[in-house]
């Protein structure tokens, strides 16, 4: 049984900074591209980050880009999303996905599998 679980999010202020995590199990985490969405209420899941299989190719959506560092532990099966200088514009619903590298495009909408996400929620 596959699973992708988020973890790092909260209530923060305007300016701070959140590491999420995501640890899978069920998978062989190596041979998947690993992404992070967020989503608002009322709009599409947008794609945030993406990394490749060793970590050395990484992709940040503009709203991004510059505050955030994508990484990843293969001997953890775990990737990470730092945000800093986290503004009101950031809450959202982020989720995980896993995309299998033998199917699937890299950085791309399309995924194998989603995690349940988690809440980060900015004040100003």
């Known amino acids: 049984q596959v699973q992708l679980v988020e973890s790092g999010g909260g209530l923060v202020q305007a300016g701070e900074s959140l590491r999420l995590s995501c640890t899978t199990s069920?998978?062989?985490?190596?041979?998947?591209?690993m992404s992070w969405f967020r989503q608002v209420p009322g709009k599409d899941r947008e794609m945030v980050s993406c990394?490749?299989?060793?970590?050395?190719?990484?992709r940040y959506a503009d709203s991004l880009k510059g505050r955030a560092t994508i990484s990843r532990d293969n001997s953890k099966n775990t990737v990470y999303l730092q945000m800093d200088s986290l503004n009101p514009e950031d809450t959202a619903k982020y989720y995980c996905?896993?995309?299998?590298?033998?199917?699937?495009?890299?950085?791309?909408?399309?995924?194998?599998?989603w995690g349940q996400g988690t809440q980060v929620s900015v004040s100003s």
């Open positions: 996905a896993a995309a299998a590298s033998r199917t699937h495009p890299f950085c791309k909408d399309t995924v194998s599998y």
């Open positions: 069920g998978l062989q985490f190596d041979v998947y591209y």
């Open positions: 990394i490749n299989l060793g970590g050395g190719i990484t």
